[in-house]
């Protein structure tokens, strides 16, 4: 999500090559020119990328009150579902097209690793606990509960071994033109190669393991049942279901129940609660895994996200090599659909179902199927996305992950409830139209997403960017 190629956006004079003679190879290693004729195609992948970013922002602060774009409770597909392998899609995307641009190998090595370091260093940051913004004026994490997942150290993980693995193959042999357009899988076999191993460690470590019955002690400190020592049954391998899957298995195993997302999205569904998929007072009947965490970032999903980060590598690949842009537009709608249908079949077919948390293979399909379509260039009359998109990582930080609004939060009146965001949102926004629900998303689309939007495009005009 960071701007990995920010230095790509050059503007360029052609979008679009001519066609290729009859006898030249229709893919070749592109040299820096080519790319700078295309730098200008790049622009979509700002404008996607800012469109992440706008969702994003959208289902966190809004969501609670419209739970329909809100994250699934836990099988199914919503709004906010869509946020993670954009990202990772994007990042896959970008990666041919920066590293292409780096000729030495032990420099590229370099940037990968320090740019893997600092995901970390800010996913775990603002996810580990540390910062409490926006809501509460308090830092700090207790060390023995902080969360070591996130979205960014799943993006820094995909990132790492993605470019790793292209910076290793990317001296591959130059392939003459094919009249079936295989030219390209075949010319980077190692990265299908990683997806394809990747897939069958997934699925035979999901369906195979056994997960034993349970114990956990409810740490959320604002939760009625705090302290309450709950006890799941399991006994048993190969189930999706929410409380004995092998990907929350392992990640009490391996990250210990203490480090997991304390507030996971299966609080919200039927079995737990009547509001569904509202949040609401848990049900006197609801099962006893309904109290418990769940990590949407663990360690098993975060192995099948890299599927996402591989395909996009893929568009990427098609975007540097593709000489004619009516040979690129076939390739992704080509796969793009192909990945839709094979999605959509295996989740109506209750063969795998598209669950974001378990990040089944399903899901995988349908949401990188679904990422071709904003980079086929609809978008381009989105400037505000594409100022967000230059300058993502300063957006996630403060308006996704709430600095900015919690540091405005900690100068309030009499009250930490009295404050010029609690007042905006109320009396500009919920109080004119009579509705909390409207109110607060017209707030986020205005006072949050339209409003970073402008201040990118001043930082834009002023050639500031923050970049990792």
């Known amino acids: 999500m960071a701007s990995f190629e920010q230095d790509l956006h050059r503007p360029s004079h052609s979008i679009e090559d001519p066609p290729p003679p009859k006898n030249r190879p229709i893919i070749e290693i592109a040299d820096a020119e080519d790319l700078k004729r295309k730098s200008k195609r790049v622009a979509s992948l700002d404008i996607f990328r800012g469109l992440t970013v706008a969702i994003m922002i959208l289902v966190d602060d809004a969501g609670g009150e419209w739970p329909v774009i809100a994250h699934a409770p836990w099988n199914g597909c919503n709004l906010a579902d869509f946020v ?5 899609f994007i990042v896959g995307m970008a990666i041919p097209l920066s590293l292409k641009r780096i000729p030495n190998r032990l420099l590229a090595v370099k940037r990968v690793m320090i740019r893997t370091l600092k995901l970390l260093f800010w996913g775990i940051l603002l996810q580990g606990g540390y910062s409490h913004a926006p809501d509460k004026l308090t830092y700090g994490v207790d060390m023995k509960h902080i969360r070591w997942c996130g979205i960014l150290q799943r993006i820094a993980l995909a990132y790492v071994i993605v470019s790793l693995l292209e910076i290793l193959t990317k001296n591959a042999k130059v392939v003459t033109e094919s009249p079936d357009h295989l030219s390209i899988f075949k010319l980077y076999c190692w990265q299908w190669l990683l997806g394809i191993c990747i897939l069958g460690i997934y699925l035979i470590v999901i369906y195979t393991t056994y997960v034993p019955d349970w114990v956990y002690t409810v740490k959320d400190i604002d939760s009625r049942d705090y302290g309450k020592v709950f006890a799941v049954k399991c006994g048993t391998r190969g189930r999706l279901d929410p409380p004995c899957n092998a990907v929350g298995y392992i990640d009490r195993q391996v990250l210990g129940i203490n480090h997991m997302y ?76 192909s990945l839709l249908v094979l999605g959509i079949v295996m989740h109506f077919s209750h063969a795998i179902p598209l669950n974001k948390q378990l990040y089944s293979f399903s899901y995988v399909c349908v949401t990188a199927g679904a990422a071709h379509v904003d980079i ?40 930490p409830n009295n404050t010029l965001v609690y007042w905006i949102r109320k009396h500009i926004f919920i109080n004119v139209w009579h509705s909390e629900r409207v109110g607060i998303l017209l707030y986020v689309i205005f006072a949050e997403i339209l409003f970073w939007a402008l201040v990118a495009g001043i930082l834009h005009c002023l050639g500031i960017y923050w970049k990792l």
């Open 84 to 88: 993670m392998p954009f990202f990772l």
């Open 376 to 415: 086929i260039g609809l978008c381009y009359l989105f400037l505000p996305l594409e100022w967000i998109g230059k300058n993502a990582m300063l957006v996630y930080v403060m308006a996704a992950a709430g600095i900015f609004a919690g540091f405005f939060n900690g100068w309030y009146y009499e009250s």
């Open 262 to 337: 304390q507030h996971p999205a299966w609080k919200r569904s039927k079995a737990c609660t009547y509001d569904s998929p509202h949040a609401g007072p848990f049900r006197k009947d609801a099962p006893s895994w309904c109290h418990g965490p769940f990590e949407p970032e663990g360690i098993l999903s975060s192995i099948s996200a890299i599927l996402s980060t591989i395909i996009g590598v893929h568009f990427g690949h098609v975007l540097v090599h593709m000489k004619s842009h009516l040979d690129r537009i076939k390739q992704w709608v080509a796969m793009g659909a």
